[in-house]
């Protein structure tokens, strides 16, 4: 295993004087206020404006419109998760989240990206058992009342598809298109360590191979050290049951390592010697270098981050204040520091972290910038907690070669016309 293969990426380090030198965001221009009214639709509106009192004050809201588990506004319509293409069935379909539309860290269940090779099954929990056999003294048999009666543990961590920003995708735009197979959710449910433990994992054993009860029976092995460390048995997705999707009724969740790890639907898991290589971890989901050799495996999720505002397909509406925000996360631990280049990455300025800062997990992060209405190219780079700086795609090329498929976590760079319109600056 090489975890670390790709940490040797060569980076320039932020010098002290780059960022005095960037650090010239002065709040320029103000924020502008309610215009004139443009549009033949604006002035119908006008009734509804100050000093006026608002149409929909001047009756009760609706009640009889309840919902018994409530859906965001209609105006919002559109922050919807979204299907590249048109595939051919949706069954081995990504979606992905709309992360230019959301603010914070917490991913909606409803728009968490998803990922699945065999459609989503639909499991009756009552009749759904998860199976622990293998190198264990007691083979166990599982329903989901025996595990929630587990002691139970709740974490925040993001999940990203090795997929996400493949090196091979052409012809996105937007932070969705390019970026969205990353997901950020509170997780519950019981430490698989506590689980293994009620086993009694036999001293040769090494891995621990989960398959999920779909079609595709997704199977993948895990470090057996991983397992006892943070891997989940999640049965709880923000507070509320595992959505379909994220594999109700229950998945595991390995932090940090590549989506595909993250078996949904999970039925059995065999404690073994040696990984059992399946379809999953030989023909998918290794990184072919330029040698010939593949990478074998490639679990973990580097540093990595993206600005969401402004971001491809948006449009500033005026020179002046703009709040840059975007997110940053790594599968090693906490996002250290984040630093946003508006020059092309000549200069770069660090950004303000939002609390919380949390391990392995979506960390949102701002900077005040005046936008003098120039053509400019942005762009973010993270740090995380083990001091790795997010390397420029030309750095990840020169140390991968240009046959690898997953794992680019490359620095995102936006071109910002001078027309406001903002697009992807590498298509
Ligand atoms: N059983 C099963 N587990 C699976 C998959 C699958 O197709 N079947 N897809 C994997 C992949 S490739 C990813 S990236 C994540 C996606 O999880 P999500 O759909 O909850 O976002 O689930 C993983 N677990
Ligand atoms: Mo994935």
Request: with cysteine; hydrophobic share 35%.
């Amino acid at each position: 295993m090489d975890e670390f293969a790709d940490r040797d990426v060569d980076v320039d380090q932020p010098s002290r004087r780059n960022f005095l030198k960037g650090s010239t965001a002065a709040i320029g221009g103000g924020i502008v206020g309610v215009a004139g009214l443009a549009t033949a639709a604006q002035a119908q509106q006008a009734n509804n404006l100050p000093p006026n009192v608002p149409e929909w004050m001047t009756y009760p809201g609706d009640d009889t419109a309840h919902n018994p588990y409530g859906l965001p506004s209609p105006y919002e319509e559109h922050v919807v998760r979204k299907v590249l293409g048109t595939p051919k069935t949706y069954s081995a379909a990504s979606s992905r989240t709309p992360l230019q539309d959301l603010d914070g860290i917490i991913t909606p269940n409803g728009l968490h990206y998803e990922r699945h090779h065999g459609g989503i099954p639909e499991i009756d929990p009552a009749q759904h058992r998860l199976m622990i056999f293998g190198l264990v003294d007691r083979p166990l048999v599982f329903t989901m009342d025996d595990l929630k009666r587990f002691p139970s543990v709740s974490r925040i961590h993001m999940m990203e598809c090795s997929g996400n920003q493949s090196f091979t995708a052409t012809g996105r735009n937007t932070a969705q298109e390019l970026m969205g197979l990353v997901s950020c959710a509170e997780w519950t449910g019981v430490a698989l360590k506590t689980v293994l433990e009620e086993c009694g994992v036999q001293s040769n054993a090494r891995w621990v191979v989960a398959e999920g009860a779909d079609a595709a029976a997704m199977t993948r092995s895990i470090p057996l050290e991983k397992c006892l460390d943070d891997v989940i048995l999640a049965y709880s997705q923000n507070g509320e049951r595992i959505r379909p999707e994220q594999g109700y009724p229950l998945r595991i969740f390995v932090p940090g390592y590549e989506g595909n790890m993250s078996v949904k639907w999970l039925r059995s898991l065999q404690v073994r010697e040696e990984p059992i290589y399946s379809r999953e971890e030989t023909s998918k989901y290794t990184d072919l270098l330029p040698d010939g050799h593949s990478r074998q495996f490639s679990f973990m999720m580097e540093a990595k981050s993206i600005i969401t505002y402004p971001s491809g397909g948006q449009q500033l509406s005026a020179q002046g204040y703009h709040e840059i925000s975007g997110l940053a996360w790594s599968g090693y631990g906490k996002i250290e520091r984040v630093e946003v280049s508006v020059d092309g990455g000549e200069t770069w300025q660090e950004a303000q972290l939002q609390d919380p800062v949390l391990p392995i997990c979506l960390t949102r992060f701002r900077l005040p910038w005046a936008w003098e209405g120039e053509p400019v190219t942005i762009m973010s780079r993270a740090i995380d907690e083990t001091g790795y700086v997010q390397p420029t795609l030309e750095a990840l090329l020169d140390a991968r070669g240009r046959n690898s498929v997953y794992h680019n976590h490359a620095i995102q760079p936006w071109a910002i016309a001078a027309n406001g319109e903002v697009s992807n600056a590498n298509a």
